[in-house]
């Protein structure tokens, strides 16, 4: 494949294959980072290998700051300029207005008793999930964070599902056993949602790794399955990052680490926490690419995405995908968001991705305002379907409890007569030969 990523200021695609000679380093004109008004230059050369290593000899590793693959076609047309067909517009509406729809009814929800713990809202960060889960098969895996409801929604997990699981009932994608920060669907390959930062990378990391075991060890030559791992820019200064950073391109794996970095670690700001608040220059310093991308903007991060994504499948490896983004709420919905400057929040709340990806459509005239209200209409009407069904269904029964808690199917701690073995008053006996 020809075209790879591009940088916005220079035009022009920079392949990974490039045969640009290392002693003549690229100079990058960069746009300014993280509201910085200051501009810098970025020196992009071929990694140092060892003689005796010839496994990446060839193929160059390239950083790009600012990212969006140049549209290549050979007709004049006006319509080869867009970056994408109505069909694929209306898809991309239709999703980042559920992700944002469901959350503001989470938020409602929540502040109503009918939601418990901790739960993180997606608002303003659509255009991560939409960019990327949108252009998976079904096969292909996602690993989220604690911030996960709109993740599992990308990927097609039912409104329903995800609002049952929300309420801890039966219904919902894991029996109410999950809740805010554990979404999983098998049916889905969402293979969950982790409260603790960092700890999803690993479980994204071996998921890729079962994709080249089928592929390359079991011959199955059509498993060409990819996973997606998302995490944010406090998870960056963590072990587990780095580890899996190395692992997946020293085995190449078919994984895209994407960084959703709203800037903001609960309340502490990123420019504070790390020594370098440029992420993805971390990617060539494993020997895959990094990427910088306007992650407030689907089509951008979707044309990145192509390129990460076709990269993984085509077996060349990981890309590390730096989305610079904004949440447009607290923490979670416990945080009362003080901590953040309101000049900050109402900068990003006028870069809106669905306002922006509606302007582009307009702009282009993909749509009329009467099929973006149809679609407004159908989510609004989906969402409050999906509180319904949620708070009609029932709770768990107490004997679920354990179940999934250990290997027994049954649940540890279940006697074979079904009742609790803690209720047994010679428990402590009853469980020595379990």
Same mark, same amino acid.
């Given at each position: 494949?020809?075209?790879?990523?591009?940088?916005?200021?220079?035009?022009?695609?920079?392949?990974f294959?490039?045969?640009?000679?290392a002693e003549?380093?690229?100079l990058?004109q960069?746009?300014?980072?993280?509201g910085?008004?200051?501009?810098?230059?970025?020196?992009?050369?071929?990694?140092f290998?060892?003689?005796?290593c010839?496994?990446?000899?060839?193929a160059?590793?390239?950083?790009?700051?600012?990212?969006?693959?140049?549209?290549?076609?050979k007709?004049?047309?006006?319509?080869?300029?867009?970056?994408?067909?109505?069909?694929e517009?209306?898809?991309?509406?239709?999703?980042m207005?559920?992700?944002r %729809?469901f959350?503001?009814?989470?938020?409602?929800m929540?502040?109503?008793?009918k939601?418990?713990g901790f739960?993180?809202?997606?608002?303003?960060?659509?255009?991560?999930?939409?960019?990327?889960?949108k252009l998976?098969?079904k096969?292909d895996?996602?690993?989220?964070?604690?911030?996960?409801?709109?993740h599992?929604?990308?990927?097609?997990?039912p409104?329903?599902?995800?609002?049952s699981?929300?309420?801890?009932?039966?219904?919902?994608?894991?029996?109410g056993q999950?809740g805010?920060?554990?979404?999983?669907?098998?049916?889905?390959?969402v293979?969950?949602? *982790?409260?603790?930062i960092?700890?999803?990378?690993?479980v994204?990391?071996g998921a %890729?790794f079962?994709?080249?075991?089928?592929r390359?060890?079991l011959k199955?030559?059509?498993?060409?399955?990819?996973?997606?791992?998302f995490?944010?820019?406090g998870?960056c200064?963590?072990?587990?990052?780095?580890?899996?950073?190395n692992?997946?391109?020293?085995?190449k794996?078919?994984?895209?680490?994407?960084?959703?970095n709203?800037l903001?670690?609960?309340?502490?700001?990123?420019?504070?926490?790390?020594?370098?608040?440029?992420?993805?220059k971390k990617?060539?310093?494993f020997?895959?690419?990094?990427v910088?991308v306007d992650g407030m903007?689907?089509?951008k991060?979707?044309e990145?995405?192509?390129e990460?994504i076709?990269?993984a499948?085509?077996g060349?490896?990981?890309?590390?995908?730096?989305?610079e983004?904004?949440?447009f709420?607290g923490?979670?919905?416990a /945080?009362?968001d003080?901590?953040?400057?309101?000049?900050?929040?109402n900068?990003?709340?006028?870069?809106?991705?669905?306002?922006?990806?509606?302007?582009?459509?307009f702009?282009?005239?993909?749509?009329?305002?009467?099929e973006?209200?149809a679609? /407004?209409?159908?989510? /609004?009407?989906?969402?409050?379907?999906?509180?319904?069904?949620?708070?009609?269904?029932p709770v768990? %029964?107490r004997?679920?409890?354990?179940?999934?808690?250990?290997?027994?199917p049954?649940? *540890?701690?279940?006697?074979?007569?079904?009742r609790?073995?803690?209720?047994d008053p010679k428990?402590?006996?009853?469980?020595?030969h379990?």
């Open positions: 494949m020809a075209t790879a990523f591009s940088a916005t200021k220079v035009l022009q695609p920079l392949p294959n490039s045969t640009r000679s003549k380093p690229l990058i960069s746009s300014s980072f993280l910085s008004s200051s501009s810098h230059k970025l020196s992009l050369k071929k990694p290998l060892p003689p005796n010839q496994r990446r000899s060839n160059a590793v390239v950083a790009v700051s600012d990212v969006v693959k140049e549209k290549k076609s007709s004049k047309s006006s319509l080869s300029n867009l970056l994408i067909t109505k069909e517009g209306l898809v991309l509406y239709e999703d207005v559920l992700g %729809a959350e503001d009814m989470c938020a409602q929540y502040y109503r008793g939601m418990f739960v993180h809202l997606y608002n303003g960060q659509e255009a991560v999930s939409t960019g990327f889960i998976l098969k096969e895996s996602v690993v989220s964070t604690y911030r996960d409801h709109v599992a929604l990308s990927k097609g997990v409104a329903r599902q995800v609002m699981e929300l309420f801890g009932k039966t219904t919902g994608c894991c029996r999950g805010s920060m554990h979404m999983f669907s098998k049916e889905h390959n293979l969950g949602g *982790f409260a603790f960092g700890e999803g990378i690993p994204a990391t %890729a079962t994709s080249k075991y089928r390359e060890v199955e030559a059509d498993c060409d399955h990819v996973t997606l791992a995490f944010g820019d998870t200064n963590n072990g587990q990052f780095y580890e899996c950073l692992m997946a391109a020293l085995w794996l078919p994984i895209i680490f994407v960084v959703e709203n903001w670690a609960i309340g502490m700001s990123h420019l504070r926490s790390t020594s370098d608040p440029e992420i993805w990617g060539p310093a020997g895959m690419p990094g910088h903007d689907v089509l991060v979707r990145v995405a192509k990460a076709g990269r499948r085509r060349e490896g990981p890309t590390l995908v730096e989305c983004t904004y949440r709420r923490h979670s919905l /945080d009362p003080e901590l953040r400057d309101p000049a900050e929040k900068h990003y709340a006028t870069r809106d991705p669905i306002t922006a990806l509606k302007k582009y459509m702009e282009n005239n993909l749509v009329s305002e009467a973006l209200k679609i /407004d209409k159908k989510i /609004d009407e989906l969402v409050e379907e999906s509180v319904e069904f949620a708070d009609a269904s768990p %029964a004997s679920q409890l354990l179940e999934n808690v250990f290997a027994d049954k649940g *540890f701690g279940i006697g074979p007569d079904g609790y073995r803690c209720e428990f402590t006996e009853g469980t020595a379990v």
